[in-house]
């Protein structure tokens, strides 16, 4: 073999080192392709966990509004009857509702820490943070009807009118309750800014019911009695309150603002742009 040919071989041997084998590029290309698809694969299964996640929160913390309705149930039914017994079975249940309060708080802590919502996502978690809240305090509103109730005894001198009045507040605080939930899932904001409406009629029948227990007589144990009631009836417009709180929260997630539905800097019964008499 001449020396040429010998040189051209080696050349040659070096140039077909220095190339990719047959069909490398395309397997590259096909591997990244892969691992592109993968990758989005697997954002794709964690973005729909985290959605599932977030669905269970809030319908956990929206169950939380139909125990607060069974206990203003019980605790209006002990309240008409002056039951005792009852009253402490509302105060026993608490535990439930206090326990959905932590369940739900532990899970949206957890949430935040794990998977950093944004934009709406992060506005509903701050939304279900503060109507757990609201929930807790109607809990225990509740409560401190049910404790009221046995501190002028089994057979109090109780006045009808008053207790009329007080059932009348509490089937609106119950509606008010049901309505806010019905708003939140829906977010329907027409079902939310109507909250205000029937808060008010809650705040008339308040000032009614104050009226009412200072106008009771000189007997000393029915004023006594009288006075838990006004109590009662405080109990009952913070339920209505908390409502309307939650359905402001529904204006958040929908909107993106924040806005109270009610400017509380006015008088109760005066229009906002009414000036001092």
Known sequence: MSRGSSAS??????????????????????????????????????RAHFQQQLQELEANALGGLDLIIEQLDR?????????VELAQMVIADDDRVDGRYLEVHQGILSLLALQAPVAGDLRLVAALLHTIKHIERMGDQCVNIAKLIPLSGHEPPVRPEVLRALAKMGAHARSEVAQCKAAFAGREMGLAEDLVRQDRDINRLNREIFRMAIEIGEDHDTREWAMHMILVARALERIGDNAVDIGEQVAFVVTGLFREFSDSSQAAGLPADSGPA
């Open 75 to 83: 605790v209006l039914e002990a309240l008409e009857h002056q039951d």
């Open 9 to 46: 071989g080696e050349d040659g041997q070096e140039q077909s080192a220095d190339r990719d084998p047959p069909g490398g590029e395309a397997a590259g290309a096909g591997a990244t392709a892969a691992a592109t698809s993968a990758a989005r694969a697997e954002t794709h299964h964690t």
